[in-house]
């Protein structure tokens, strides 16, 4: 009778630890989901908050061969769309969230209503003792494959028309 009851008390005690780690797991997904939805709504009322959400040394790669950023020089860059009352609008339709056992790391990919039409982003959170921080974020178009070919022989055009970027 002990052996049963020790060993139901032992599986009682690593599901509780299990139910706890999920937990624990879901809410941090929520919380970095709410912190995205907050950093792309800042972006589309134009609120200089979004640059705090972005880590000091934080990386922003934008969709052109030439945008890759440090947070400091996106935001200079991006000033002149931060003057307008909505820099841009990004609107997550689909996300996939990710953790350290710790959480302490955090990596996502996300496909996003844009100006641009359907875009796709992945990126690296630091969660440490500033909260929440973007330390790198990768925009980019996406493309059926069907139409790789022809928008490749466009861009490999243009490139060969504008030699300098």
Request: aromatic share 12%; proline share 3%; net charge neutral.
């Given at each position: 009778?002990?052996?049963?009851?020790?060993?139901?008390?032992?599986?009682?005690?690593?599901?509780?630890?299990?139910?706890?780690?999920v937990?624990?797991?879901?809410?941090l997904?929520?919380?970095v989901?709410?912190?995205?939805?907050e950093?792309?709504?800042?972006?589309?009322?134009?609120?200089?908050?979004?640059?705090?959400?972005?880590?000091?040394?934080?990386?922003?790669?934008?969709?052109?061969?030439?945008?890759?950023?440090?947070?400091?020089?996106?935001?200079?860059?991006?000033?002149?769309?931060?003057?307008?009352?909505?820099?841009?609008?990004?609107?997550?339709?689909?996300?996939?969230?990710?953790?350290?056992e710790?959480?302490?790391?955090?990596?996502f990919?996300?496909?996003?209503?844009?100006?641009?039409?359907?875009?796709q982003?992945?990126?690296?959170?630091?969660?440490?003792?500033?909260?929440?921080r973007?330390?790198?974020?990768?925009?980019?178009?996406?493309?059926?494959?069907?139409?790789?070919?022809?928008?490749?022989?466009?861009?490999s055009?243009?490139e060969?028309?504008?030699?300098?970027?």
């Amino acid at each position: 009778m002990k052996r049963i009851l020790l060993t139901v008390g032992l599986w009682l005690a690593l599901w509780a630890t299990h139910a706890h780690a999920v937990d624990a797991n879901d809410a941090l997904r929520q919380r970095v989901a709410a912190f995205l939805d907050e950093w792309h709504d800042d972006a589309a009322h134009s609120r200089q908050a979004y640059f705090d959400k972005i880590a000091p040394d934080g990386v922003y790669i934008g969709t052109d061969k030439t945008e890759r950023w440090v947070r400091d020089d996106f935001k200079r860059w991006a000033a002149p769309y931060f003057a307008k009352p909505s820099a841009w609008a990004f609107k997550a339709t689909k996300r996939h969230i990710a953790s350290s056992e710790d959480g302490r790391w955090i990596w996502f990919d996300e496909q996003l209503e844009t100006q641009m039409g359907l875009c796709q982003a992945s990126g690296v959170i630091r969660n440490g003792k500033q909260g929440l921080r973007i330390a790198h974020y990768q925009l980019s178009l996406t493309v059926p494959n069907e139409l790789v070919d022809r928008i490749s022989q466009d861009i490999s055009a243009f490139e060969k028309a504008h030699p300098a970027k």
